[in-house]
């Protein structure tokens, strides 16, 4: 049974989320904030963190790059995302932008580093949209599985 993962020489991003669980499948809830002590991170770690960023940044925001992002975020705060039914298919949109944004990354080594199979997303699947109307919150329980095989379960607090 594989404990550790061997991560020299390998591409690091600065953690902006924390709460992420890893390296070892299983559900985590990231936690979307910018930390006094930001730690590198690789592998599982780094991967949702770029999907998740995707999902939740607003269309239009990133002036480097144009055209990133997704409309979810802005259709559940506004209240556009009315129901469940809804919430699918502008999350359906936002990851397939998301993943084809990371495909084409993944294809150039000079934006994230040569490609290694558990940085690398071959599905990511919505299984789960918790509704709090008390607290007029929506988090979004997202499967996503790795080129390696492996499968992370984590949620997306969308507020």
Known sequence: M??????????????????VSGPAPGTSQPQLSITSDPKRVSGIQK?????ANLLVTKLGSVQFSEGTGSLLCESIQSGKASNSAYIE??????S???????????????????SVDDEIIESADLTDIIIDYASAAVSLEVSITTAAGDTYDFIVPVK
């Open 2 to 19: 594989k404990t550790t993962t061997d991560y020299t020489g390998r591409q690091v991003d600065l953690c902006f989320m924390s709460g």
């Open 47 to 51: 991967l949702i963190q770029r999907y």
């Open 89 to 94: 298919h502008v999350f359906a949109v936002a």
């Open 96 to 114: 397939a932008d998301a993943l084809a944004v990371m495909a084409a990354d993944d294809s150039d080594s000079d934006v994230y580093g040569a």
